[in-house]
């Protein structure tokens, strides 16, 4: 396929021109374009354009600005094909999935078009005569998204289609490994925007550029609102530094995701989960599964038939229908896989697959790893298909050996025991924030807020109430007297 037609088709003028960041292809390494970098005064002039934006915008009533994403999710209907065949070319996801991923754009647009005629707040009982409360939401200002290479477009929708409705701008910072695909979306945008007649200039905007880009959004006191997306560590300089200026985040980082299989499991749905969970993507997902807990009643049962699996699972151009594993993004990532099977081995683990397939780009074989003790290389994530597999005999033990990790993303049991599983949700069970039962860890809805806990930075985004966040909350309180009580009794006669 032809990557000029399919920008352009897109709607993006040319990829080929700018100087400054090359993008290439895990597909087999090549070069696919070279995109103009925004330098510290484009980025400057972004946020200002931002700012007016947002002053205009915030008077524009909710459901107005709903048409415009409902408008923004025609246009990605429209270029669903396309814009999922750049997402697997640019980060290597294969196509379903990259169509997927467009869907999952979609999908949100829709809820958060209702959303705009939903923003609720609350009436509130006063304590004086004469007195009404209320609580009201209010646009928050500019929303600075700073997004990962592995879900190069939906996270930024995640983020701007309810950021728009709740009457705020928005200014993206996509991954330097995927700025194709960030390009796309915005020349979407722009259609949309464009039909819709209205939208302010700077509404929403790309900045191109590597973590100083990045830092530059969030060291700067007019961005409201910094949701960044990628690793702990990034989340870790982020997180002090808006809190340095008294800005918001909306932290979502790392996760180390864990799944227990339960003796009274069904094996053949647990052996499709745990293959998608953590050998599809080529276990770059955030929510990929990667600690495996199992009964010791059901070790033997489970593990060769999962081994079987894996070995069946083909590994190849993600643009091919029969593949399901595609590559890693890059050499680092590859070295990393192996940096981490070589730790695991040296902690007595038994390494099935791992094997580096040969062709152009760093394709790998998913690899499991048997060990018995989770401790070293297991407490960290390892952005590869790796899947650590250990026994238990206790359920309690068990829970609280996949609690033991710092990150707190997602997590899953295997059982059809409902005691089991309702104690795996309760209170005392997975502290993620995301928990399910016979389901895998991964390819979460939109419907309901993602996110996780602990050092996976504790910020919920797209479904249920995630909306709060990109608003500010006034409380109000309205005397319609003409007396002037105070709360709590208190006197104060002039
Ligand atoms: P990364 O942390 O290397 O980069 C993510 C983004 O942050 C990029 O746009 C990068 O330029 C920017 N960045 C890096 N350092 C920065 C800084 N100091 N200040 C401002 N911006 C900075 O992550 P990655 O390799 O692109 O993605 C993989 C990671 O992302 C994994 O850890 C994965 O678990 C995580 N992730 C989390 C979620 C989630 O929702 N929890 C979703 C997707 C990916």
Partial sequence: MNIEDLLSRLGV???????GLAVSTPVDGTEIGNVAVDDAAAIDAKIAAAEAAFLAWREVPAP???ELVRLLGEALRAHKEDLGRLVTIECGKILSEGLGEVQEMIDIC?????????LYGLTIASERPGHHMRESWHPLGVVGVISAFNFPVAVWSWNAALALV?????????SEKTPLTALAVQALFEKAAAKFGEAPEGLSQVIIGAREAGEQMVDDPRVALVSATGSTRMGREVGPRVAKRFGRTLLELGGNNAGVVAPSADLDL???????????????????????????EIYDALIPRLKKAYGSLMVGD????????????????????HYALDRARAQGGAVTGGEHVDRPGYYVRPALVELENHDGIVLEETFAPILYVFKYSDIDDAIAMQNSVGQGLSSCIFTRDVLEAERFLSAAGSDCGIANVNIGPSGAEIGGAFGGEKETGGGRESGSDAWKAYMRRQTQTVNYSSALPLAQGVKFDV
């Fill in 110 to 118: 829709d809820f958060a078009a209702g959303l705009s005629r939903q």
């Fill in 318 to 337: 993600p643009s091919a229908p029969e593949t399901l594993v595609g590559p890693l993004i890059d050499r680092a990532a590859f070295d990393r896989m």
């Fill in 270 to 296: 647990a052996v499709r989960a745990i293959c998608f969970a953590a050998a599809g993507t080529a276990g770059q997902r955030c929510t990929s599964l990667r600690r495996l807990f199992v009964h010791e």
């Fill in 166 to 174: 709740c009457g705020d701008s928005v200014l993206w910072k996509p």
């Fill in 13 to 19: 003028e040319s990829a080929a021109s700018g100087a």
């Fill in 64 to 66: 107005k600005r709903g």
